[in-house]
Protein backbone atom coordinates (compact mmCIF):
# COMPACT_ATOMS: atom_id res chain seq x y z
CA UNK A 1 0.00 0.00 0.00
CA UNK A 2 2.29 2.74 0.63
CA UNK A 3 4.40 1.74 -2.54
CA UNK A 4 1.09 2.39 -4.18
CA UNK A 5 0.54 5.93 -1.87
CA UNK A 6 3.69 6.97 -3.24
CA UNK A 7 2.94 6.30 -7.27
CA UNK A 8 -0.18 7.41 -6.91
CA UNK A 9 1.43 10.83 -5.92
CA UNK A 10 3.51 10.58 -8.64
CA UNK A 11 0.69 10.09 -11.14
CA UNK A 12 -1.44 12.47 -9.80
CA UNK A 13 0.65 15.16 -9.33
CA UNK A 14 0.43 15.70 -12.90
CA UNK A 15 -3.14 16.05 -13.26
CA UNK A 16 -4.04 18.10 -9.88
CA UNK A 17 -1.31 20.25 -8.38
CA UNK A 18 -1.94 22.97 -10.74
CA UNK A 19 -5.34 23.15 -9.37
CA UNK A 20 -3.93 22.72 -5.87
CA UNK A 21 -1.56 24.98 -6.65
CA UNK A 22 -4.34 28.37 -7.15
CA UNK A 23 -5.88 26.96 -3.60
CA UNK A 24 -2.40 27.61 -1.92
CA UNK A 25 -1.55 30.28 -3.07
CA UNK A 26 -3.08 32.88 -0.74
CA UNK A 27 -2.34 36.47 -0.62
CA UNK A 28 -3.95 39.45 0.35
CA UNK A 29 -6.93 41.37 -2.02
CA UNK A 30 -7.48 44.07 0.42
CA UNK A 31 -5.86 46.67 -2.00
CA UNK A 32 -8.67 46.36 -4.46
CA UNK A 33 -10.99 48.09 -1.96
CA UNK A 34 -13.03 50.71 -3.98
CA UNK A 35 -14.33 48.99 -7.23
CA UNK A 36 -17.53 46.97 -6.43
CA UNK A 37 -17.28 43.86 -7.97
CA UNK A 38 -21.54 43.50 -8.25
CA UNK A 39 -21.75 47.44 -10.17
CA UNK A 40 -17.78 48.40 -12.03
CA UNK A 41 -16.89 48.08 -15.16
CA UNK A 42 -16.16 49.27 -18.70
CA UNK A 43 -19.29 50.53 -21.44
CA UNK A 44 -18.83 48.85 -24.57
CA UNK A 45 -20.05 49.03 -28.09
CA UNK A 46 -21.46 45.46 -28.64
CA UNK A 47 -21.82 46.18 -32.48
CA UNK A 48 -18.11 46.46 -32.74
CA UNK A 49 -15.54 43.28 -31.55
CA UNK A 50 -15.32 43.12 -27.52
CA UNK A 51 -11.60 43.69 -26.91
CA UNK A 52 -10.58 41.00 -24.61
CA UNK A 53 -6.56 40.13 -22.20
CA UNK A 54 -5.88 36.81 -22.09
CA UNK A 55 -3.18 36.68 -19.45
CA UNK A 56 -1.37 33.11 -19.23
CA UNK A 57 1.93 31.65 -17.86
CA UNK A 58 4.07 32.52 -20.87
CA UNK A 59 7.39 33.09 -20.56
CA UNK A 60 8.55 31.61 -16.77
CA UNK A 61 10.79 29.11 -18.61
CA UNK A 62 8.30 26.21 -16.73
CA UNK A 63 7.19 23.33 -19.48
CA UNK A 64 4.12 22.86 -16.86
CA UNK A 65 3.47 26.93 -17.66
CA UNK A 66 3.79 26.40 -21.24
CA UNK A 67 1.78 23.46 -21.44
CA UNK A 68 -1.29 25.70 -19.33
CA UNK A 69 -0.39 28.74 -21.51
CA UNK A 70 -1.11 26.77 -24.75
CA UNK A 71 -4.20 24.64 -23.83
CA UNK A 72 -5.68 27.72 -22.08
CA UNK A 73 -6.05 30.18 -25.59
CA UNK A 74 -6.42 27.01 -27.48
CA UNK A 75 -9.61 26.85 -25.42
CA UNK A 76 -10.51 30.22 -25.67
CA UNK A 77 -10.58 30.37 -29.04
CA UNK A 78 -12.82 27.08 -29.29
CA UNK A 79 -15.10 28.67 -27.40
CA UNK A 80 -15.04 32.13 -29.89
CA UNK A 81 -15.61 29.92 -32.48
CA UNK A 82 -19.20 28.73 -30.95
CA UNK A 83 -20.28 32.24 -30.77
CA UNK A 84 -23.55 33.71 -32.38
CA UNK A 85 -23.21 37.37 -33.68
CA UNK A 86 -20.60 38.20 -31.37
CA UNK A 87 -16.96 38.92 -32.18
CA UNK A 88 -14.08 39.25 -29.73
CA UNK A 89 -10.82 40.86 -30.32
CA UNK A 90 -8.68 38.78 -27.89
CA UNK A 91 -5.08 39.63 -27.66
CA UNK A 92 -2.77 37.05 -25.15
CA UNK A 93 -0.10 38.46 -22.89
CA UNK A 94 2.29 36.11 -21.08
CA UNK A 95 2.74 36.67 -17.39
CA UNK A 96 5.89 34.65 -16.98
CA UNK A 97 3.73 33.25 -13.86
CA UNK A 98 4.46 35.29 -11.77
CA UNK A 99 2.52 38.59 -9.69
CA UNK A 100 4.96 41.36 -10.96
CA UNK A 101 4.55 40.68 -14.60
CA UNK A 102 0.98 39.68 -13.85
CA UNK A 103 0.40 43.53 -12.88
CA UNK A 104 2.64 44.93 -15.84
CA UNK A 105 0.97 42.86 -18.49
CA UNK A 106 -2.50 43.43 -17.49
CA UNK A 107 -2.11 47.64 -17.07
CA UNK A 108 -0.68 47.13 -20.74
CA UNK A 109 -3.31 45.05 -21.85
CA UNK A 110 -5.93 47.98 -20.25
CA UNK A 111 -3.62 50.54 -22.24
CA UNK A 112 -4.06 48.29 -25.83
CA UNK A 113 -7.98 48.37 -25.34
CA UNK A 114 -8.87 45.77 -23.12
CA UNK A 115 -12.18 45.91 -21.31
CA UNK A 116 -11.89 42.84 -19.65
CA UNK A 117 -9.06 40.38 -18.97
CA UNK A 118 -9.58 36.74 -18.60
CA UNK A 119 -6.82 34.90 -16.19
CA UNK A 120 -4.29 34.72 -15.02
CA UNK A 121 -3.84 31.29 -13.50
CA UNK A 122 -2.20 32.02 -10.21
CA UNK A 123 -3.71 33.55 -7.52
CA UNK A 124 -0.92 36.18 -6.25
CA UNK A 125 -0.69 37.19 -10.01
CA UNK A 126 -4.66 37.72 -10.47
CA UNK A 127 -4.35 39.38 -7.23
CA UNK A 128 -1.91 41.53 -8.68
CA UNK A 129 -3.83 41.74 -11.85
CA UNK A 130 -6.71 43.07 -10.37
CA UNK A 131 -4.86 45.99 -7.96
CA UNK A 132 -3.38 47.38 -11.47
CA UNK A 133 -6.50 47.35 -13.15
CA UNK A 134 -9.26 48.64 -11.02
CA UNK A 135 -8.76 52.31 -11.52
CA UNK A 136 -9.79 51.69 -14.64
CA UNK A 137 -12.89 50.19 -14.05
CA UNK A 138 -11.88 46.76 -15.49
CA UNK A 139 -12.95 43.52 -14.56
CA UNK A 140 -10.72 40.26 -14.11
CA UNK A 141 -11.99 36.66 -14.61
CA UNK A 142 -9.35 34.86 -12.71
CA UNK A 143 -8.68 30.78 -13.71
CA UNK A 144 -7.79 30.78 -9.51
CA UNK A 145 -10.03 28.86 -7.23
CA UNK A 146 -8.31 30.49 -4.07
CA UNK A 147 -11.51 33.04 -2.79
CA UNK A 148 -9.11 34.97 -0.82
CA UNK A 149 -8.63 36.88 -3.38
CA UNK A 150 -11.71 37.36 -4.58
CA UNK A 151 -13.59 40.26 -4.29
CA UNK A 152 -13.80 43.80 -5.97
CA UNK A 153 -13.20 43.24 -9.71
CA UNK A 154 -11.63 39.82 -9.61
CA UNK A 155 -14.14 37.14 -9.85
CA UNK A 156 -12.65 33.17 -9.62
CA UNK A 157 -13.13 30.86 -11.83
CA UNK A 158 -12.08 27.69 -10.59
CA UNK A 159 -14.38 25.36 -8.70
CA UNK A 160 -14.14 26.12 -5.32
CA UNK A 161 -14.21 23.99 -1.82
CA UNK A 162 -17.03 26.21 -0.78
CA UNK A 163 -19.26 25.23 -4.52
CA UNK A 164 -18.29 21.39 -3.44
CA UNK A 165 -18.57 21.36 -0.30
CA UNK A 166 -21.76 22.48 -0.19
CA UNK A 167 -23.25 20.67 -2.85
CA UNK A 168 -21.71 17.31 -1.53
CA UNK A 169 -23.37 18.66 2.48
CA UNK A 170 -26.95 19.41 1.21
CA UNK A 171 -26.88 15.81 -0.84
CA UNK A 172 -25.60 14.32 2.34
CA UNK A 173 -28.10 15.61 4.40
CA UNK A 174 -31.36 15.11 2.09
CA UNK A 175 -29.60 10.98 2.22
CA UNK A 176 -29.88 10.97 5.99
CA UNK A 177 -26.55 11.11 6.38
CA UNK A 178 -26.83 14.40 8.91
CA UNK A 179 -23.96 13.90 11.64
CA UNK A 180 -20.72 14.36 9.86
CA UNK A 181 -17.33 13.59 11.38
CA UNK A 182 -14.70 16.12 9.38
CA UNK A 183 -10.89 14.17 8.81
CA UNK A 184 -8.38 16.85 7.30
CA UNK A 185 -4.99 17.88 6.87
CA UNK A 186 -3.31 20.50 8.73
CA UNK A 187 -2.02 22.03 5.55
CA UNK A 188 -3.43 25.17 4.32
CA UNK A 189 -5.17 23.11 1.71
CA UNK A 190 -6.82 21.05 4.77
CA UNK A 191 -7.66 23.68 6.58
CA UNK A 192 -9.18 26.05 3.94
CA UNK A 193 -11.22 22.44 3.05
CA UNK A 194 -12.22 21.99 6.88
CA UNK A 195 -13.37 25.62 6.94
CA UNK A 196 -15.41 25.00 4.06
CA UNK A 197 -17.21 21.77 5.11
CA UNK A 198 -17.89 23.48 8.50
CA UNK A 199 -19.79 25.99 6.79
CA UNK A 200 -21.46 23.81 4.28
CA UNK A 201 -22.84 21.66 6.73
CA UNK A 202 -24.25 24.64 9.23
CA UNK A 203 -26.01 25.48 6.08
CA UNK A 204 -26.90 21.58 5.12
CA UNK A 205 -28.91 21.64 8.05
CA UNK A 206 -26.91 18.72 9.00
CA UNK A 207 -24.92 18.61 12.37
CA UNK A 208 -20.94 18.36 12.63
CA UNK A 209 -19.85 16.23 15.77
CA UNK A 210 -16.09 16.27 15.23
CA UNK A 211 -12.68 17.13 13.72
CA UNK A 212 -9.99 15.39 13.84
CA UNK A 213 -7.20 16.53 12.07
CA UNK A 214 -3.21 14.83 11.06
CA UNK A 215 -0.28 16.16 9.85
CA UNK A 216 0.17 15.50 6.19
CA UNK A 217 3.03 12.02 6.57
CA UNK A 218 1.99 8.43 6.50
CA UNK A 219 2.93 8.28 10.37
CA UNK A 220 0.53 11.25 11.32
CA UNK A 221 -2.19 9.34 9.00
CA UNK A 222 -1.78 6.06 10.90
CA UNK A 223 -1.90 7.74 13.94
CA UNK A 224 -5.26 9.80 12.81
CA UNK A 225 -7.30 6.93 12.44
CA UNK A 226 -7.52 6.06 16.00
CA UNK A 227 -9.28 9.34 16.87
CA UNK A 228 -11.22 9.02 13.62
CA UNK A 229 -12.52 5.84 15.24
CA UNK A 230 -13.39 7.17 18.39
CA UNK A 231 -15.13 10.29 16.92
CA UNK A 232 -17.18 8.27 15.01
CA UNK A 233 -18.26 5.91 17.81
CA UNK A 234 -19.12 8.70 20.37
CA UNK A 235 -20.69 10.76 18.66
CA UNK A 236 -22.66 8.50 16.47
CA UNK A 237 -22.00 10.19 13.13
CA UNK A 238 -22.67 8.34 9.91
CA UNK A 239 -20.99 10.11 7.71
CA UNK A 240 -16.87 11.11 7.65
CA UNK A 241 -15.96 13.62 5.54
CA UNK A 242 -12.78 14.10 4.35
CA UNK A 243 -9.94 16.48 2.33
CA UNK A 244 -7.48 14.26 1.62
CA UNK A 245 -6.53 13.80 -2.22
CA UNK A 246 -5.69 10.64 -4.22
CA UNK A 247 -1.90 11.92 -4.31
CA UNK A 248 -2.13 12.92 -0.35
CA UNK A 249 -3.65 10.88 2.09
CA UNK A 250 -6.72 8.89 0.33
CA UNK A 251 -5.37 5.76 -0.15
CA UNK A 252 -3.97 5.54 3.41
CA UNK A 253 -7.46 6.54 4.95
CA UNK A 254 -9.47 4.89 2.85
CA UNK A 255 -7.63 1.19 4.02
CA UNK A 256 -7.34 2.11 7.07
CA UNK A 257 -10.75 3.62 8.55
CA UNK A 258 -12.42 0.60 7.32
CA UNK A 259 -9.58 -1.68 9.05
CA UNK A 260 -10.41 0.13 12.32
CA UNK A 261 -14.26 -1.16 12.22
CA UNK A 262 -15.93 2.56 10.58
CA UNK A 263 -18.25 0.45 8.12
CA UNK A 264 -18.22 2.83 4.96
CA UNK A 265 -22.24 0.73 4.76
CA UNK A 266 -22.94 2.38 7.83
CA UNK A 267 -21.02 5.72 7.95
CA UNK A 268 -21.21 7.05 4.71
CA UNK A 269 -17.59 8.23 2.94
CA UNK A 270 -17.69 11.28 1.42
CA UNK A 271 -14.39 12.98 -0.21
CA UNK A 272 -14.52 17.23 -1.48
CA UNK A 273 -11.48 16.31 -3.89
CA UNK A 274 -12.07 14.08 -7.15
CA UNK A 275 -11.58 10.37 -6.67
CA UNK A 276 -11.78 9.85 -10.31
CA UNK A 277 -8.22 11.36 -10.76
CA UNK A 278 -6.04 9.94 -11.84
CA UNK A 279 -8.03 6.53 -13.03
CA UNK A 280 -6.38 4.35 -10.69
CA UNK A 281 -7.47 5.36 -7.80
CA UNK A 282 -10.83 3.71 -8.97
CA UNK A 283 -9.40 0.73 -8.06
CA UNK A 284 -8.74 1.17 -4.34
CA UNK A 285 -10.85 -1.16 -2.29
CA UNK A 286 -11.12 1.79 0.20
CA UNK A 287 -13.28 4.56 -2.29
CA UNK A 288 -15.98 2.09 -3.36
CA UNK A 289 -19.25 3.41 -1.93
CA UNK A 290 -17.60 6.73 -1.57
CA UNK A 291 -19.62 10.32 -2.35
CA UNK A 292 -17.41 13.14 -4.06
CA UNK A 293 -18.73 16.05 -6.43
CA UNK A 294 -17.97 16.42 -10.16
CA UNK A 295 -18.16 18.53 -12.95
CA UNK A 296 -21.38 17.77 -15.67
CA UNK A 297 -20.18 14.28 -17.22
CA UNK A 298 -22.14 15.17 -20.59
CA UNK A 299 -20.99 18.74 -20.47
CA UNK A 300 -17.46 18.08 -20.05
CA UNK A 301 -16.89 15.49 -22.05
CA UNK A 302 -18.35 17.02 -25.25
CA UNK A 303 -15.99 19.78 -24.56
CA UNK A 304 -12.93 17.50 -24.03
CA UNK A 305 -14.13 15.63 -27.62
CA UNK A 306 -14.68 19.05 -29.16
CA UNK A 307 -10.90 20.00 -27.84
CA UNK A 308 -9.45 16.86 -29.16
CA UNK A 309 -10.82 16.98 -32.55
CA UNK A 310 -9.73 20.83 -32.85
CA UNK A 311 -6.09 20.40 -31.55
CA UNK A 312 -5.48 16.41 -31.93
CA UNK A 313 -5.06 15.55 -27.98
CA UNK A 314 -6.87 16.01 -25.07
CA UNK A 315 -7.30 19.53 -23.54
CA UNK A 316 -5.89 20.49 -19.52
CA UNK A 317 -8.24 19.84 -16.56
CA UNK A 318 -7.67 23.79 -16.04
CA UNK A 319 -8.42 24.47 -19.89
CA UNK A 320 -12.05 24.97 -19.97
CA UNK A 321 -11.75 27.93 -17.81
CA UNK A 322 -10.72 29.89 -20.55
CA UNK A 323 -13.60 28.49 -22.24
CA UNK A 324 -15.99 29.79 -20.09
CA UNK A 325 -14.68 33.44 -19.72
CA UNK A 326 -15.13 33.59 -23.18
CA UNK A 327 -18.67 32.11 -23.15
CA UNK A 328 -19.78 34.03 -20.44
CA UNK A 329 -18.67 37.44 -22.09
CA UNK A 330 -20.16 36.37 -25.53
CA UNK A 331 -23.64 35.34 -23.98
CA UNK A 332 -23.89 39.00 -22.11
CA UNK A 333 -22.34 40.82 -25.48
CA UNK A 334 -24.99 38.99 -27.33
CA UNK A 335 -27.78 40.44 -25.79
CA UNK A 336 -26.37 43.78 -26.48
CA UNK A 337 -26.36 45.37 -23.44
CA UNK A 338 -23.53 48.34 -23.16
CA UNK A 339 -22.97 47.57 -19.30
CA UNK A 340 -22.51 43.43 -20.45
CA UNK A 341 -19.06 43.57 -19.26
CA UNK A 342 -20.16 45.21 -15.37
CA UNK A 343 -20.17 43.24 -12.67
CA UNK A 344 -23.91 43.75 -12.39
CA UNK A 345 -24.06 41.79 -15.61
CA UNK A 346 -21.12 39.34 -14.56
CA UNK A 347 -22.98 38.17 -12.28
CA UNK A 348 -26.52 37.56 -13.58
CA UNK A 349 -28.30 34.70 -11.71
CA UNK A 350 -28.99 32.99 -14.64
CA UNK A 351 -25.35 32.29 -15.12
CA UNK A 352 -23.91 30.39 -18.11
CA UNK A 353 -23.28 27.24 -19.67
CA UNK A 354 -19.52 26.55 -19.75
CA UNK A 355 -16.81 23.76 -20.57
CA UNK A 356 -18.30 21.71 -17.46
CA UNK A 357 -21.37 22.67 -17.25
CA UNK A 358 -23.60 25.60 -15.93
CA UNK A 359 -21.67 28.50 -13.81
CA UNK A 360 -22.32 31.85 -12.46
CA UNK A 361 -20.69 34.18 -10.92
CA UNK A 362 -21.15 35.95 -7.40
CA UNK A 363 -20.92 39.28 -5.77
CA UNK A 364 -18.50 38.37 -3.70
CA UNK A 365 -16.10 37.15 -6.75
CA UNK A 366 -16.40 33.97 -5.81
CA UNK A 367 -18.87 31.00 -8.12
CA UNK A 368 -21.13 28.56 -8.34
CA UNK A 369 -20.96 25.63 -10.84
CA UNK A 370 -23.16 23.02 -11.25
CA UNK A 371 -21.74 19.70 -10.09
CA UNK A 372 -22.91 16.30 -10.34
CA UNK A 373 -22.54 13.61 -7.43
CA UNK A 374 -20.51 10.88 -8.10
CA UNK A 375 -19.86 7.42 -6.56
CA UNK A 376 -17.34 4.27 -6.64
CA UNK A 377 -18.78 1.32 -8.16
CA UNK A 378 -16.62 -2.16 -9.24
CA UNK A 379 -14.02 0.24 -9.90
CA UNK A 380 -16.04 2.61 -12.31
CA UNK A 381 -17.70 6.28 -11.35
CA UNK A 382 -21.77 6.01 -11.30
CA UNK A 383 -23.59 9.47 -10.93
CA UNK A 384 -25.99 9.17 -8.20
CA UNK A 385 -27.54 12.54 -8.50
CA UNK A 386 -27.26 14.44 -11.54
CA UNK A 387 -25.75 18.41 -12.67
CA UNK A 388 -28.43 20.86 -12.31
CA UNK A 389 -29.04 22.55 -15.87
CA UNK A 390 -30.40 25.01 -14.28
CA UNK A 391 -29.98 27.14 -10.99
CA UNK A 392 -32.02 26.78 -8.17
CA UNK A 393 -32.47 23.36 -8.74
CA UNK A 394 -30.45 20.55 -6.22
CA UNK A 395 -27.44 21.50 -4.74
CA UNK A 396 -28.39 25.08 -4.95
Same mark, same amino acid.
Given at each position: ?15 ? &? ?23 ? @????? !? ?51 ? /? ?37 ? #? ?61 ? !? ?11 ? @? ?44 ? /?? #? @? ?5 ? /? ?64 ? #? ?24 ? @???? #? ?14 ? &? ?13
Amino acid at each position: MFAFFKTLRKAARRVI &VPLAALALAACDPAALGGLGGSTGG @PRIDT !SQPVPVALLVPRGSGQASDELLANNLENAARLAMRDLQGVQIDLRVYGTAGNA /GTAASQAAQAVNDGAQIIIGPLYADAANAAGVAVAPQNV #NVLAFSNNTSIAGGNVFVLGSTFENIANRLATYAARQGKDRVVVVHAQDVAGQIGRNAIQQAI !SRSGATLVGTVDY @PLSQQGLVAAVPRVKSAVDNSAANAVFMTATPAAGLPLLSQLLPEA /GI #N @PTATQYV /GITRWDLPPQTLELPGVQGGWFALPDPARSSAFQAQYQAAYGNAPHPVAGLAFDGIAAIGALAAQG #NSGALTGAALTQGSGFQGASGIFRLR @PDGT #NERGLAIATVRDNKVV &VIDAAPRGFGGAGF
